[in-house]
Each structure stands twice: as C-alpha cells, then as structure tokens.
C-alpha cells in the first residue's frame, strides 16, 4: 500500500509576499523627431529642418538596461495579482548625421535615456513553482536631446542646443518566472514602452539669436532576465488547536485599501532668466518681452488651488506599528498668474501663468496605531505636470515673423517635473473597513527649462526655468478590502 504524504508535503507553492530584485536587458526601438513649420524658428536658414515643411525622422537606437524592481504579489487558487514598481538606467546613445539629406550637412541629432522608471498592476496564473504574467502600466524616462551644426550651417560658428525633459507614457509586457527555491525566483520578462510626445526648445548656443522648436516621442521594446528575492517562506503547516472561546477582534490596519481624497493646495513657482542680451522673447536691440533681456531675471509666483484624485495603497501591521505604500493620483485647478511680472518691459504689458496640470506621489508610509486612530508619517517619490503660459500684448515687439502684420503674442509649454514628497497624517476607522483621514504633504520638484519659438512670432528666442515647490491639505476617505 502506497503510504499517504506527510501533512503539507503537497501543498503547491504560494507565490503571495513582498518581493525585491534585479535585472539587466536589451533594448531596441528608436526617437522620434518632429519640427512643425515655423517660419524662421529652427535656427539659420533651415539648418535643422526645413523651415517651410518642417519634417520628422526616428532615431534608431539600441542599448542596455539595468536596474531593480519592487513589489507584492497576492495568490487566490492558481490567480496572481499584484503591483510592481522598477527602475533601469540606460546607457542609450543615439545619433543620427544630415537627417535632412537637401539641407546644410554637418548637423547631428543625439538622444540619450538617462533613466527609466514604472509602476504596473500584474495579473498571473501559476502552475506550483511557475508563474506566467501580463503587466501595463505607467512609464516614465528622462531623455537628454542635444543639436549640434558644425561653423558652415550655423554663419561662420559651430552651434548646438541641449535639453532634458521627463517623458511620461505607458508601457505593457508579459513575462515567465520560476521559483528556484521558496524564496529565490529568476524570470524572463518582454516589454513595449511609449513614453509620450514631450516638447524641446530654447536658444541656440553661442548664437542666442536663433531659437529651435521641437518634439521627441521615444517608442522601443526591452527584453531582460530578472532575479528576484521573496520576502517570507511559506508557513509549516499548523497542528491541529483545542477549541477555545472566540476573541473580540481588534481594529486592524492591514491589507490593501482605495479611496478617494481632495484638498487644497499652495505653491510658489519660482521663474529664473539668465542674462543673455537676446534669449528672453524679444529682439537683441529690444528689453525683451517676458524677461530682461540684458539682466536676465528671477521672480515668485505664489498660486493655490483645489486638489481631486484618487489614493491607493498597502499597509503591513505588527502589533501597533504599521507599515505600507501609498499611491495617489489627483487632477487640480491650482494656478498662478502675475501681470508684468517684470515691470514693463516693452510697449504693452504681459502675463505670467503658471498651472498645476495634475498631481502623482508614490510613498512608503509609517505609523502607529491607537485602537481606531492612526497617526503616520510618509516619504517618498513626487510628479507633477506644469503648464506655463506667457502673453504680451505689444504689437510692436511681437510683429509676426520680424517684418510681418502687428500683433500681440504668446507662448505656452507643459513640463513633467520630478521630486520628493514629505508628510504626515491622521485617520479614524469608523468601521472594520471605512475610515476617514486628514492628510498634509509639502513637494519639491525638479528645475526645468522652458523655451522656444513664439506665436505667431517665430524669431526672437525664448528660454526660461520654472522650479515648483507645493503644499498641500486633504481629506480622505478610505476602504479597506
């Protein structure tokens, strides 16, 4: 008679817990360029696209990734769900010479992805100790663009543009894992990344009277092996207890949570213009139309507004300590706006506008627990999209084209900006599963450049900084699944 197998000896593997690793891949895809017509706005005599047409071409690249990952796993029968976070840098370095065969030769067009960052829900079906998966997302990458013309195409000077921005997009993969021991899982993982159009522009160096205008859309696939570490192993199968009386069960924190919040909000958005003579919206004879041409300037905007999102998270508890990740996403209406900020500069006055587009944090949270009250503190990740809107009303310094029909002129650009996020908060749980909280939370993101052609006037350059810095208050309210 075949012997029956000991208590737990066939139990499957359990892929559910906390999990961390690494990874290295390759990547292949390509950047794509697009110069709208602009009259006069790519520089001398079209030397990076033809200024009537304009034009597009991608950059064709490929290159490494490595990084980490993060994230939790739960298992219901053979389903897995879960959520995952990852960070690669890129040693991407992409160049394409004369993409524009009819024009001036001697122009290079050079891309690099400095980093790549994702955060994606995961659904899996196991069979024991393997795991098939498909995962999408969000996706984020810092893209540096740098422009370069050697001293024919550029009147005698060799010339170049730089800039950086922080693309956000989406990404979506699938993936196979294989759990080596019941802590120790290698996998093998396919993903397709979009990380959105985003808009490059400033003046041209040395020569700052020529101004460059521009879209980048980076699109590539990435395959890479993984190794990851589970947190925990699974529990020994627990002998059989004696009967005893029920317990009142206490107020618990743990597990996973939504809800919705909204706030109020507070900023101060500081704009900073270097000095130099020409770059600042007007011609190099003219005081310039957004910022001091000869003095360049800084100036504070302060500006508040309303928040509305959405929050999601994970919370740990051991005793009274509680621990977790916190995610939240939320739409705002906070905005800013200074008249002549600067005084006024040219014959007409002018507008600063600078609005808070939506709102993201990802952050690892801390707390203690009193009965149904929770007091926590967090820290973490912070993104933010920004819109900034200049309007002059001078008909003289915004003439359409330098010689053109008189009229008033604008410039409007959105930027992702990229920081960290610091708070604290209080909740009460007024049921098992609802609870109500107040929250406080102050931002500080990136500096990021701002710049490019006018409308309609497409002659004179325009490039500025914008540094965000935000507070905020919300109420939430809170269910824990």
Known sequence: MVAAPAA????????????????????????????????????????????????????????????????????????????????????????????????????SYNNKLKWLATLTPRVGYAWNQFQFYAKAGVAMGRVASTLTADAVACLGLACSFSAEATH?????????????????????????????????????????????????????????????????????????????????????????????????????????????????????????????????????????????????GFNQQWDNLVAGIDLTVSLSDLSAQTSNMFGTLASGGSSHTTSLKWLATLAPRVGMSWDRFLVFAKGGLAVGRLSSQLNSSSTIECFAGGFGALSTCSFYEERTHIGVVVGGGLQYQFTPNWSVGLEYNYMDFSTEQYGGTISPNTTWPLSYSVHPQIQTVTGRLTYRL
């Open 8 to 107: 737990g000896q066939d139990r499957p593997f359990d892929w559910s817990g906390f999990y961390i690793g690494g990874g290295a891949g390759y990547a292949w895809g390509g950047v794509n360029h697009t110069f709208s017509p602009g009259g006069s706005g790519f520089g001398p005599a079209s030397m990076w696209s033809r200024d009537d047409i304009g034009g597009s071409f991608s950059n064709p690249t490929n290159f490494g990734l490595y990084g980490a990952h993060v994230g939790y796993l739960q298992q219901w029968d053979r389903l897995v769900g879960g959520i995952e976070g990852s960070f690669d840098l890129s040693d991407m370095n992409a160049t394409t010479f004369n993409a524009f065969g009819e024009l001036t030769p001697g122009t």
């Open 168 to 312: 956000v997009g989406w990404t979506a993969g699938a993936g196979m894992a294989y759990a080596l021991t019941s802590n120790w899982i290698l996998g093998l993982e396919y993903d397709y990344y979009d990380l959105g159009l985003e808009k490059y522009g400033g003046q041209v160096t040395p020569d700052n009277s020529w101004n460059v205008a521009y879209q980048l859309q980076p699109r590539f696939s990435a395959l890479r092996a993984r190794v990851s570490y589970r947190f925990g192993a699974p529990p020994a199968p627990e002998p059989t207890a004696a009967v005893t009386a029920p317990t009142v069960a206490q107020p618990s924190w743990q597990g996973f949570y939504l809800g919705a919040n909204v706030g109020y909000g507070w900023s101060s958005f500081a704009y900073r213009s270097i000095p130099d003579g020409s770059g600042n919206g007007g011609s190099s004879f003219g005081p310039g139309l957004f910022f001091p041409d000869a003095a360049g300037g800084n100036a504070f905007q302060a500006g508040s507004g309303g928040l509305y999102g959405l929050h999601a």
